[in-house]
């Protein structure tokens, strides 16, 4: 293990590592760490509502909590959009930057690389995300020393209220002690102070759980009414009728009978009686301002939460608005990502890399999100153009851009240098034919010669190798052929590569034929002319030989 240094927290508190392995006792019931918590949210109304939230600005948060973690309860909507935004965060993929190119930074980002794919990473990213309900959370680390190294065993999610924020400022945070209840400094590098805030300020007043308990408040008013509406309205009225001469025993009988048949909207009348019912038809027909009121109510919960309602809420608002909501969600998941990224570099690895390695030991960075997506078509038809033109580009780069493995020895592989058709040698040409720019020049001059019938007439080497009976026979015209259509194709190759990167410039087809015909003058090549030429003198030379082997014939 590395030297023992005097290290300090971000407020400047010294670490004692014979603490950092120390346990505090578990919640018990009667202890100051209970397990058991309050229902504030039982008879709530906006007054005490009032009073609960101006309890946590003053520093005392047990009843604000316990309201927060009972609205996640009792209302299906906000669990669901505030899970699905912790959810979104605490699976995306984790990356490492070293913090620096040294070896040494090298091997301490490899090492947290290793310890980031414990499978329980997921649901302990999930508690700390807690912090976006309440605005702040606590997690625990339980520090392993069996190896003779320090390293991260487990996260574990500490309950909020075991926690205060120090009365001078209302920021710095403090922890009771589970002894004597009084409160103390946060151990260095033992917790996870996470807090997220969805608006600037204090730690206790930056919760969505703060914004949205006055919806679900208003909420539970609404489907209080509508229950009762319901049972009222959506019931048969109950009559019971008795004759003349009844007795007072007989009819408190018939009474109970009809009250208990169901809910209330229950009488009993003489028989002789007539009562008339007046129905106010434009309440009791409809329930539809309920049922308005409490979705229009989700709908501010759901912005409150993932900044748009299009992925919870099945009206859209109009054409293309359900992309637009989902890259204002993703805006929202990405910020999540960068500061819980930045969060668990702060308390988690940089106080493991110090422990380790010393106070100045590169500590790795962690980056939490998605790749950013890229249109690889768009990429490679960019590129191809300017290969053509001659630009170079390593094999490693487009490998890694692709998610492309180097091929090992032996593999099967497909592409290759020599799978460009432009470069191909044509069929029984030599190597040297290939690699030696002479060669072509010296085949068309011999094979012109005898064309000609002048003196120094050479022989092609496929045929003074078919002479020596080492390959298939092949005849002069043919590999002099096969070598103008080489040259010509790689000539027309470059030539078509710039009226194809022109192509990609333009954006219409009137903008195409503008491009070309200003270029014009610039667009002429001297390779494919002088293999044009070869060919029509190589062609005149054929023609004229042939015509002198009739005439000897």
Not at 155 to 183: H, V
Not at 506 to 512: D, I, L, Q, R, V
Request: aromatic share 6%; hydrophobic share 35%; glycine share 10%.
């Amino acid at each position: 293990m590395a030297e023992r240094f005097i290290l300090t927290d971000r407020w400047g508190h010294p670490v004692k590592r014979a603490e950092l392995t120390k346990r505090d006792e578990p919640s018990i019931i009667g202890g100051v760490r209970s397990p058991l918590t309050g229902y504030p949210g039982d008879g709530l109304n906006p007054e005490r509502l009032a009073s609960i939230l101006k309890e946590a600005d003053a520093g005392d948060p047990i009843r604000y909590l316990e309201l927060a973690e009972t609205i996640e309860e009792r209302d299906a909507h906000y669990v669901g959009v505030l899970g699905t935004r912790r959810r979104s965060v605490a699976q995306l993929d984790i990356t490492v930057e070293p913090g620096d190119e040294t070896p040494l930074g090298e091997e301490i980002a490899e090492r947290v690389r290793k310890w980031l794919r414990r499978d329980e990473l997921t649901d302990e990213l999930f508690d700390i995300l807690d912090a976006l309900g309440k605005g702040y959370s606590f997690t625990q680390i339980r520090w392993d020393t069996s190896a003779g190294q320090y390293e991260p065993a487990e996260l574990e999610r500490c309950d909020p209220r075991w926690f205060r924020f120090d009365r001078r400022d209302l920021t710095t945070p403090r922890m009771l002690n589970p002894e004597t209840g009084q409160e103390e400094i946060l151990p260095p590098f033992r917790y996870i102070y996470a807090q997220m805030k969805a608006k600037s300020g204090l730690p206790l007043r930056s919760g969505l759980a703060r914004v949205a308990l006055w919806p679900w408040l208003f909420k539970a008013y609404t489907q209080r009414d509508w229950a009762i509406f319901t049972q009222t309205y959506g019931q048969p009225l109950r009559i019971g009728k008795y004759g003349p001469g009844t007795s007072e025993e007989d009819r408190k009988t018939l009474f109970r009978a009809v009250a208990n048949i169901a809910g209330d909207c229950a009488a009993i009348i003489p028989e002789s009686m007539v009562i008339d019912f007046v129905e106010a038809k434009s309440i009791g027909a409809s329930t539809d301002h309920y049922e308005r009121r409490s979705d229009w109510l989700d709908k501010q919960t759901s912005k409150l939460v993932l900044g748009q309602t299009a992925t919870t809420d099945a009206e859209t608002g109009g054409l293309g608005s359900g992309k637009e909501h989902r890259q204002v969600q993703e805006d929202i998941e990405r910020a999540d990502a960068k500061q819980l990224g930045a969060i668990i570099t702060r308390d988690l690895i940089r106080p493991w890399v110090q422990l380790e390695y010393g106070p100045d030991a590169p500590a790795p960075r962690l980056k939490i999100g998605r790749p950013e997506e890229e249109d690889l078509v768009a990429f490679s038809n960019g590129l191809s153009p300017l290969l053509a033109q001659g630009l170079t580009v390593k094999s490693s780069e487009l490998r890694a851009k692709f998610g492309l493995s180097e091929p090992g020895q032996g593999d099967d592989v497909v592409g290759g240098k020599g799978t460009d058709p432009a470069k191909i040698p044509p069929q029984g040409a030599s190597a040297t034919e290939e690699t030696d720019p002479v060669a072509p020049q010296s085949e068309f001059k011999g094979c012109l010669k005898r064309y000609l019938g002048l003196p120094g007439a050479t022989v092609a080497p496929q045929a003074e190798e078919a002479s020596q009976g080492r390959s298939t026979p092949v005849s002069p015209e043919a590999a002099l052929a096969s070598r103008l259509e080489a040259e010509g194709r790689e000539a027309m190759g470059a030539l078509l590569a710039r009226v194809e990167a022109m192509l990609q410039a333009s954006s219409s087809f009137e903008e195409f034929r503008e491009m070309v015909l200003a270029s014009a003058g610039d667009i002429a090549s001297p390779e494919l002319e002088g293999v044009i030429g070869q060919a029509m003198l190589a062609a005149a030379a054929g023609g004229m030989a042939m015509v002198e082997e009739e005439a000897d014939e």
